[in-house]
């Protein structure tokens, strides 16, 4: 049974940082490019950033040089990085597994999302 779980976010100032993991299991991880989708609360599914097989790495350009995707292979883990968090970066935040090695964003799994709220 394939499984994804996030975990990590939670209250945080704007201005601070926060990271995200996603655990999997039931799957050759090593194998899969892997995203983070986020929603923020009334507004549909936004792309955030993804890592491929080898490493390749993309970024949402509102996230580009704030956030960093990394994979631990060994670990099967998932992580996101994010640094100078801003309240429009408030969202319940989902990985996602792709369907194939590289970055398709087609996701054939999701995990259950972990909410962040950026707020003073």
């Known amino acids: 049974e394939v499984q994804l779980v996030e975990s990590g976010g939670g209250l945080v100032q704007p201005g601070g940082s926060l990271r995200l993991s996603c655990a999997v299991s039931?799957?050759?991880?090593?194998?899969?490019?892997m995203s983070w989708v986020r929603q923020a609360p009334g507004k549909g599914l936004e792309w955030v950033s993804a890592?491929?097989?080898?490493?390749?790495?993309y970024y949402a350009e509102s996230m580009k040089g704030r956030f960093t995707i990394s994979r631990d292979n060994a670990k099967n883990t998932l992580y996101l990085q994010m640094n100078s968090l801003k309240s429009e970066d408030t969202a319940v935040y989902y990985c996602?597994?792709?369907?194939?090695?590289?970055?398709?964003?087609?996701?054939?799994?999701w995990g259950q999302g972990t909410p962040v709220n950026v707020s003073s």
């Open positions: 039931g799957f050759t991880f090593d194998d899969y490019a």
């Open positions: 996602a597994k792709d369907y194939g090695p590289h970055r398709y964003d087609a996701y054939d799994y």
């Open positions: 890592i491929t097989w080898n490493g390749g790495t």
